[in-house]
């Protein structure tokens, strides 16, 4: 079987709070509800609805950041994560020593907002992780600071990490090291950068799962569906140039796990995403 998503224990707890919290209500003059948006005294007991201006309060913030130092043996390999979670649904992209590290393929990182102007999310509740990976590691070239930035149309923020390259003696460099240092550029094996780990969303909407892959060849992608049945392109699925699969009209029977599978000559990868379609509250 595919895998589909994080275990059902730490699912239950991010959503249970959103099932059940779904009234903003507590103590102090400001206070936040269950999906992080801050409330005023006067807003206490408003209903989250289609309606309610509180729905599209912008925020974003880093979890699961890496430290402050890491450490990778010359020759080796190295695999940085973040996650950032926000609404709109956050992007991640990485810096080494201030630049931008390229790592879409399409050469487009278009939002949710920008792809579906008219169909934006409502709620926007998202979790993004991101990896950098770091092969065959060496003094010369990968010793440096990197930076996940994380971003919505609204808010920007980062934590950066140093990577050390400790020297090993006379190590022997394996092939992929050698043509690395030779500058030609090697097979890569297909890789996920970027992926949506969990969307909330509110029924009716349109939402875009994100899937960047990297890898030479270019990777090709496929989604399946809670069912392990491969998504096609249609009126309700759409598996756009990025990697990333739109869902058009959500339900509630479309809530569960979503894999997303980019693969290459040199190899296969696979990543999760939970959907979780939401009723609104009436008004």
Not at 22 to 50: E, H, T, W
Not at 228 to 245: I, M
Request: proline residues 7%.
């Amino acid at each position: 079987m595919r895998p589909r998503t994080a275990s059902l224990i730490s699912v239950l707890v991010l959503l249970l709070p959103v099932v059940l919290g779904r009234s903003l209500v507590g103590q102090g003059a400001r206070q936040r509800n269950a999906v992080g948006l801050f409330v005023s005294k006067s807003q206490r007991g408003s209903r989250v609805g289609p309606g309610s201006n509180l729905l599209r309060k912008s925020h974003l913030k880093l979890r699961n950041t890496p430290p402050d130092v890491m450490t990778v043996a010359e020759s080796e390999s190295l695999v940085i994560e973040c996650e950032a979670g926000g609404n709109p649904p956050p992007t991640i992209h990485w810096l080494k020593n201030g630049l931008r590290i390229g790592q879409d393929l399409s050469g487009s990182e278009r939002t949710e907002e920008e792809v579906n102007p008219e169909g934006a999310p409502m709620l926007g509740l998202s979790f993004t992780r991101s990896r950098l990976f770091i092969d065959c590691a060496s003094t010369q070239y990968d010793e440096a600071e990197y930076t996940c930035v994380a971003q919505n149309p609204y808010h920007r923020i980062s934590k950066s990490t140093k990577v050390k390259v400790t020297k090993i003696g006379s190590a022997h460099s394996s092939p992929l090291c050698l043509v690395k240092k030779s500058f030609v550029p090697p097979g890569v094996p297909a890789r996920i950068t970027m992926w949506t780990h969990t969307r909330l969303e509110l029924m009716g909407s349109t939402v875009q799962l994100f899937c960047r892959p990297i890898g030479s060849p270019k990777p090709s992608v496929s989604w399946f569906g809670p069912d392990d049945t491969e998504l096609q392109n249609s009126d309700k699925y759409k598996v756009l140039e990025n990697g990333d699969l739109e869902i058009r009209n959500i339900a509630w029977n479309d809530m569960g796990g979503y894999t997303c599978t980019a693969e290459n000559s040199h190899g296969v990868d696979r990543t999760s995403t939970f959907l979780y379609p939401t009723l609104p509250d009436k008004v």
